[in-house]
């Protein structure tokens, strides 16, 4: 499968815990942004890498997360001190270098849930 | 005002019937308009673009645009249980930015 791949596709945690999900775009795709999607509505955007960079950060991506992208290949994305609102989907999708801005490819997503 | 608006359904229907799936958007300035489909528990997959108004046909799917009206629709025609999904319009807010802006999203179901 040559897909996006996120892991783990679920993950339950408890209130103040530390949780990092991973993600594995495309090969050869230089682009790599992650959503979160709560139940009933549409993804949302939280942050966008080019290469190892990150350009683009939203207002929702908090103090209690952090994305990396250490050698412009796989991502992390790390929530601390996890609340309960925190209990989404997380979603990551990557895109070429000669991609236009809607070809986004997205992954299956990692299910957080936080008791 | 949210920046993309979607009816979130659900939206029931028979098999073989013509399906209008509709969002309106609050900024003339918005230049990508995108549909989405997702399967329950999966990620989303782009099923059309469209970057001016009118329309676009792709098999059984048909992406329309009206910039005057703000407003972008997308209809299925035939209709099968495989086509059941939540179906998500997007836009780009500005080509200076990667981000995509989605709707709510609108549940399908086709009835075999």
């Known amino acids: 499968d040559t897909g996006v791949s996120q892991d783990p596709r679920h993950k339950i945690t408890k209130r103040g815990q530390n949780v990092t999900f991973r993600c594995d775009p495309i090969s050869e795709h230089n682009r790599l942004y992650w959503y979160r999607q709560t139940l009933g509505q549409g993804p949302e955007f939280l942050t966008y890498?080019?290469?190892?960079?990150?350009?683009?950060k939203s207002r929702l991506l908090s103090d209690r997360f952090s994305a990396e992208r250490p050698k412009g290949s796989f991502s992390t994305l790390e929530i601390q001190r996890t609340e309960q609102g925190d209990s989404a989907m997380y979603l990551c999708?990557?895109?070429?270098?000669?991609?236009?801005?809607?070809?986004?490819?997205f992954g299956p997503g990692t299910r957080l849930t936080v008791t | 005002q949210k920046e993309v608006e979607q009816d979130p359904g659900p939206l029931s229907v028979p098999e073989g019937a013509i399906v209008s799936l509709n969002c309106t958007y609050s900024?003339?300035?918005?230049?990508?308009f995108m549909w989405y489909r997702q399967y329950s528990r999966k990620g989303p997959e782009l099923l059309m673009y469209t970057y001016s108004s009118g329309n676009k046909e792709d098999g059984r799917f048909t992406a329309q645009v009206d910039k005057s009206s703000k407003y972008i629709s997308l209809f299925i025609r035939d209709s099968q249980p495989s086509d059941s999904a939540t179906y998500l319009c997007a836009i780009v807010r500005d080509t200076g930015r990667r981000a995509l802006t989605f709707g709510s999203g609108t549940r399908l179901q086709v009835q075999p």
């Open positions: 890498f080019q290469n190892e960079a990150q350009l683009e």
């Open positions: 999708a990557s895109s070429s270098p000669a991609g236009a801005v809607y070809e986004q490819y």
């Open positions: 900024n003339s300035a918005f230049q990508y």
